[in-house]
């Protein structure tokens, strides 16, 4: 019943956009924290973004910060990533998850998952 759909990813050059999207349904998305992973082939998946139900505190990684938004619109049941600057360490699946009540950047705390995006940035 829960679905998140991940979509949006592509294949672009160092410094070009994308837009990521999830749409969401089956459970109360308002009462979720939502967040975007991503996993590099032979790494482990790591938090990239996370933001709470009423996205008042993003959650940004290092690597990241200055170049990703996050953004949720919670009547479209949807949340976003706007991906500016690209780079080849940026290379990855995408995932989208929700966590519920409490936003948390441990991927292993988020209960629901969507199937991935992949996102390839080439040099």
């Known amino acids: 019943d829960v679905q998140l759909q991940a979509s949006g990813g592509g294949s672009v050059q160092v410094g070009g956009s994308l837009k990521l999207s999830c749409t969401t349904s089956?459970?109360?998305?308002?009462?979720?924290?939502v967040g975007w992973f991503r996993q590099a082939p032979g790494k482990e998946r790591e938090a990239v973004s996370c933001t709470s139900s009423t996205n008042s505190s993003p959650y940004y990684a290092d690597s990241v910060k200055g170049r990703f938004t996050i953004s949720r619109d919670n009547a479209k049941n949807a949340v976003y990533l706007s991906m500016h600057n690209l780079k080849p360490g940026d290379t990855a699946v995408y995932y989208c998850?929700?966590?519920?009540?409490?936003?948390?950047?441990?991927?292993?705390?988020?209960?629901?998952w969507g199937q991935g995006t992949l996102v390839t940035v080439s040099s």
């Open positions: 998850a929700a966590a519920h009540r409490i936003m948390v950047v441990d991927p292993s705390m988020y209960q629901y």
């Open positions: 089956g459970f109360a998305f308002d009462d979720y924290a």
